[in-house]
Every structure is written in C-alpha cells, then in structure tokens.
C-alpha cells in the first residue's frame, strides 16, 4: 500500500519570493510522482510528473520538483511566486505498471501568496 | 485528443433521494475510470476504479455504487442519499496509471 503525507495544509507567501511545499511518500514498490494544482471549484490540473531518468523535473510556469529517493520525498518549489499561483496543491504516487495502477492523493497544500 | 466529461457541475439533492454521476471519456480506447470524492481537508479519496467494461472495484465501503455500462463511460450512483455524501466529486481516466486526467467536478450538496 502507498501513502502520500503533505505536512503543510496552508503555505502562506508574499509576490515574487520563494516557496517550497512538502511531500514525502511511503511505498513497497517503485512509483511514479505526481505534482496536480487545483483552483477554486475545477477539476485537478497534472503540473508535473516523475516517471524516470533525471530526478529534477520543470512545469512550463517555473516549479521545479526533484525526487530523491533515499529520503523519499519529492517536494515543489518555485524560486518566485506570482498572485496567479494561488491554488491547492496535490501530492500523488502511483505504483508502477500494471493495468490497475490508482493514484493516492496527499491531503493538499493550499498555497496563498499575497501582495 | 482525450477530452473528460462530468456532469452536472452542481447537484442539490435532498436526503433519501436518489443519485446519478455521468462521466464520459473521448478519444482514447480502454482507459482506467475512478470516481474520487474530495472532502475539506481530506484530500482526494479514491471510491471506486474500472479496469474494463463491468469491472468495478471499490476502496471504501459507502452508500454509493459504481457502473461501467461501457469502455468511456462511468457512473457513480446512490439508491438513497445521506447527508454524509456532500462533497465534491471528481472523475478521472488513465492508462496503465502513469498520470491521472480529471473532470471539472461534481459539487454535490445534499440537505
């Protein structure tokens, strides 16, 4: 069984500085790594994945997650948030393979950046 | 290209009353279906997956039902609602569970 822990329900953070939000899992086998952003009242957008090769992966608006393995933890960062990046932000692992692979789901990071 | 459809987008129903989520998926062939249930604070609780055509699999023991009546469609079901089933909805599809897409969300209120 897999479990997904995300420490921080609310990250709060002015314009322009850093953030990181945590996500650390637990699993028996190896698993592909998941990134999904909510906003309000929509469906779960895919932000980034790891599903092998190099262990730091980029979305096309500036986050950056990296998986490390030993420590299994595969957090988000972003050097410089903007107001837009405001949203909830989902940890998900899956077990690799199989036809019936599920997606577990950390219980969210909502992230507030303010001016 | 795949595309997702949930419907409705807003659901208020009243207790004891009957349920019926439609999701249907386009452009892709033998997907993975999951009905999730997003509560506050709790994060995304898988309720239910299908590998194929009449295979449901269920996580939680619940007041709801799933169906597979055919390959791109899933529908998630309640003969009687209680107000424990509030909450928002969502369907997603996948293949071979690489990556997860999702609908835009069935926000169900039942009062």
């Known amino acids: 069984a897999q479990s997904v822990t995300q420490l921080d329900s609310q990250v709060p953070v002015f314009e322009e500085a850093p953030v990181e939000l945590r996500c650390n899992y637990s699993?028996?086998?190896?698993?592909?790594l998941f990134w999904y952003v909510q906003y309000p009242n929509q469906g779960l957008q895919l932000l980034l994945k790891y599903l092998s090769g190099s262990t730091l992966v980029e979305s096309i608006n500036g986050f950056e997650a990296e998986f490390n393995k030993s420590q299994t933890s595969f957090h988000l960062r972003k050097p410089s948030v903007h107001i837009s990046d405001t949203a909830e932000y989902f940890c998900?692992?899956?077990?690799?393979?199989?036809?019936?692979?599920?997606?577990?789901f950390g219980t969210g990071t909502r992230l507030q950046v303010t001016l | 290209s795949q595309t997702i459809h949930q419907w409705p987008a807003t659901l208020v129903q009243p207790v004891g009353s009957p349920l019926s989520l439609e999701c249907t998926v386009e452009?892709?062939?033998?997907?993975?279906l999951y009905w999730y249930r997003q509560a506050a604070g709790r994060g995304l609780q898988l309720l239910f997956y299908s590998v194929g055509i009449g295979q449901i699999s269920s996580e939680v023991p619940q007041n709801l039902s799933a169906s597979r009546p055919q390959d791109r469609q899933f529908i998630l079901s309640s003969k009687k609602l209680l107000l424990s089933d509030s909450g928002f909805y969502l369907c997603?599809?996948?293949?071979?569970?690489?990556?997860?897409?999702f609908g835009q969300g069935t926000r169900l209120t039942v009062v």
């Open positions: 452009g892709t062939s033998n997907p993975n």
């Open positions: 997603a599809w996948s293949v071979l569970g690489v990556e997860a897409f």
């Open positions: 998900a692992v899956s077990d690799r393979g199989g036809t019936a692979s599920k997606l577990t």
């Open positions: 699993s028996s086998v190896s698993v592909y």
